[in-house]
């Protein structure tokens, strides 16, 4: 049988632009233009290493955001992904980790998985924890934070360099794993992948497909509130000195009046 | 008053520094109650209570180290449950992010990550957050449930606060989930002998400007020399010149320490998201458009093959 592969991807601001806060404090999607997370693209590219090696597989890529996160699962499309999921619903906006992993957790059932990849973290919220929430709601091991990815005999194993140490790990499938920008560089989308990304099917759900409430998400059942968002102050100029030959000195100078020597 | 958990992240029985600024935090919103899971609580609970806790919950089991979070939940969610805490402290690594995240889920609460301050609130206690790379600074709450906060390192400076602390043994169960993720392998990671790179009050980074792995040999010196954990960019980490658990930035390490020297880095939006919160900022780059200058308190413009080479020896010879 085909190993049903559902990568998330999150539609994200571009991080290079000036990111900001709109009126609610929920992240400003107008100011700068959004994009696939890029540490989504190590996990789509997992993903179709993974479904290279098997013998029958087929990827999902899956979004939960604004009409305009489909340009996000367009790139995974056009990477090589098989099929498109996006959940959209106006009721979601505003929604929190909490509310972001139940949705997904339902639609990844809705589509059926053997595996879900995900990335290290969004390059927004930069939580890095929605996996093992996933793993969590669906009640299946979490493989995560990996640097190095395989699945064989109904296993997926890895490596996930901690702090302390450098773990080999080991689950049977169905599983979570979510996958650091060590793992490998992200393939460009051919001329052929994005042309035949067109062709292929994007589902559309809102939160009545997948039985979900609306209560339960956006920024009302957010389980966390953001009470105010100040910009950080511009550092103060500092001394900028060429050096002509005395710039070590002159740097050991500024730190001995600051009492680090 | 109500108790606060706090959860020890340590290395058989030594404490890491980043717990101790959470009993620390812990002790403005109530009594820290620490929860040491593993080996070497003797080693551990007299620092614990040393720092406030007015209790040691302990628990050791094979489990914690055969198999990934999972068991480390079961026994904190006993924890939990024992103690029916007010908030519940973790430090913002990322295996202690997973276990408050999986926790809150079990315990149907919201969860904050990556805080850098923690101070009582109203209803619940506010946390303290820098995002979008460090250009905003948020102040949000837990508004749902018991608040479930991870907590940067260098948040706080550790204060003692001696206490009389009992070491209580947690008794529970694993649940069925405990056994799914197995460890069949552990290379621990050498000890450099330098400080630990979050916890160090001085950085010394090298970025692509160092030109090569046998000449972060430069940056390792000054940075002994100061007395400074070692640091490196993605750039140089890419190029297989230094170790990637020593990348500063958005995808490695956030530092914050009282002083960064950045050295052949050009100050990248992602490499900024990791440092820019450090007190004092100094950079040496050939380049004086470089970004990194934006943010320096002194900046040289300049080959940090003679500029931090010069550095280094006047850092030793004021030392003597
Ligand atoms: C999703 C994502 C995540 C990322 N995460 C991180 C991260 O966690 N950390 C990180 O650092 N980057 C990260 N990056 C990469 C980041 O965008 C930059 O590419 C990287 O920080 C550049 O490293 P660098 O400054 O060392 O190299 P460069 O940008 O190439 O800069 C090298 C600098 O060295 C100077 N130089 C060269 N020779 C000398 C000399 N002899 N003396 C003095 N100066 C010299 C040059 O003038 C230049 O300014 C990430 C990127 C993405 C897309
Ligand atoms: N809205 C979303 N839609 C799809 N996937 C998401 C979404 N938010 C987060 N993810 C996934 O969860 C990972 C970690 O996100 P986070 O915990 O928010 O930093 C991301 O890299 C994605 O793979």
Known sequence: MSLRIVVCVKYVPDATGDRHFSDDLTTDREAVDGLLSELDEYAVEQALQISEDADDAEITVLTVGPEDARDALRKGLSMGADKAVHVEDDDLHGTDVMGTSLVLAKAVEHVGYDLVVCGMASTDGTMGVLPAILAERLG?????????????????????????????????????????????????????????????????????????????????????????????????????????????????????????? | MSEVL???????????????ELLT????????????????????????????????????????????????????????????????????????????????????????????????????????????????????????????????????????????????????GFGESAAGTKVVGRTPRESTGRPELTEAAIV?????????????????????SLGAAVGASRAAVDAGWYPHSHQVGQTGKTVSPQLYIAAGISGAIQHRAGMQTSKTIVAVNKDSEAPIFDLVDYGVVGDLFAVVPQLTGEVKARKG
């Open chain 2, 25 to 172: 935090l812990a002790r403005r919103i109530g009594d820290p109650v620490a929860v040491h899971l593993g080996s070497g609580v003797d080693a551990a609970a007299p620092v614990l209570a040393e720092h406030g806790a007015v209790r040691v919950l302990t628990a050791d089991a094979a489990e914690f180290a055969d198999y990934l979070v999972v068991p480390k939940v079961d026994a904190l969610k006993a924890a939990y449950d024992a103690v029916q805490p007010a908030a519940v402290l973790l430090p913002s690594s990322v295996e202690c992010k997973e276990i408050g995240a999986r926790l809150a889920v079990r315990i149907g609460s919201g969860i904050i990550t990556d805080a850098v301050d923690v101070e009582a609130g109203d209803d619940s206690p506010v946390t303290t957050q820098a995002v979008f790379a460090a250009a905003y600074t948020t102040r949000s709450r837990v508004s749902r449930g018991t608040p479930v906060i991870t907590v940067k390192p260098n948040s706080a400076a550790p204060e003692a606060a001696p206490v009389e602390s009992a070491v209580e043994q947690l008794t529970f």
């Open chain 1, 140 to 261: 299946v091991p979490q493989v995560t934070q990996l640097s190095t990815v395989a699945v064989a005999d109904g296993k997926v194993t890895g490596r996930r360099d901690g702090d302390a140490a450098s773990e080999q790990l080991e689950a049977a499938l169905p599983a979570v794993v979510s996958v650091t920008d060590q793992s490998g560089e992200a393939r460009y989308p051919s001329f052929k992948g994005i042309m035949a990304a067109k062709k292929k099917p994007v589902e559309t759900l809102d939160l009545d497909d997948l039985g979900i409430d609306a209560e339960e998400v956006g920024l009302e059942g957010a389980w966390t509130k953001v009470e105010d968002a100040t910009k950080r102050p511009p550092r103060t100029a500092g001394t900028i000195v060429k050096d002509e030959g005395e710039g070590g000195t002159q740097l050991a100078e500024f730190l001995a009046g600051q009492k680090f020597i």
């Open chain 2, 204 to 224: 010394v980074s090298g970025g692509r400007g160092v030109n090569g792995a046998e000449n972060f040999r430069l940056i390792e010196e000054l940075a002994d």
């Open chain 2, 6 to 20: 706090v959860y020890v992240d340590h290395v058989d029985g030594a404490v890491r520094k980043p717990t101790l």
